[in-house]
């Protein structure tokens, strides 16, 4: 799955491992584990990885530039030292959403929005059943191509159901697509 679109995550909290260093930080390993954990959260699905090129030094407003990988696409995800209490660090994450460029690798073209394909599968949830999904999360836009496909995320109470979205007949930006709801909740 591709990540398309802007991303803000709020606080986080993660405890400070002890250093022999002046300023204390948060590890390495531990901030890419807690980033890990939020975007999965956040985006409904777990990223390939996340990496983190050093620490988060405990100084309010520090920031440190990391990647997750998506569908080998690269995406810079950018964490930034909100609040600092004696061995807590509290972070704010952000993420335009825009793929790393790679050289000589294109990755845009037309697509169906997020917001449009929430709209289809609550749309379509509900002729089924009668009534409204409590929440329908689509954390990726849909290319315009034949078979493009996208995995939706349907909330019903504390059941989350997987939702196929599948483009299955194109005409210039015009797109017909299936929409199934798996059967059995995740």
Do not use: W
Not at 136 to 157: F, I, N, Q
């Amino acid at each position: 799955m591709r990540f398309r679109g802007a991303l803000a995550i709020g606080l986080s909290v993660v405890a400070v491992g002890a250093c022999s260093s002046p300023t204390p930080e948060v590890s390495r390993e531990s901030l890419e584990h807690q980033l890990f954990d939020k975007l999965t959260a956040a985006l409904g699905y777990k990223p390939q990885s996340v990496t983190c090129p050093g620490g988060l030094t405990a100084v309010k407003g520090t920031k440190q530039t990391c990647t997750m990988k998506n569908d080998g696409v690269d995406y810079h995800v950018v964490v930034t030292a909100s609040e600092v209490k004696g061995d807590k660090v509290s972070f704010d994450v952000s993420m335009s959403g825009e793929p790393v460029q790679e050289p000589g690798k294109p990755i845009d073209g037309p697509m169906i929005g997020k917001a449009e394909l929430v709209d289809a599968v609550t749309e379509f949830a509900q002729s089924q059943d009668g009534k409204a999904p409590d929440r329908v999360v689509c954390p990726e836009d849909l290319p315009v191509k034949l078979d493009a496909s996208v995995t939706c995320y349907l909330h019903e109470g504390r059941d989350v159901f997987d939702v196929s979205v599948r483009a299955t007949k194109v005409e210039g930006v015009d797109v017909e697509f299936e929409i199934g709801i798996s059967a059995k909740p995740r």
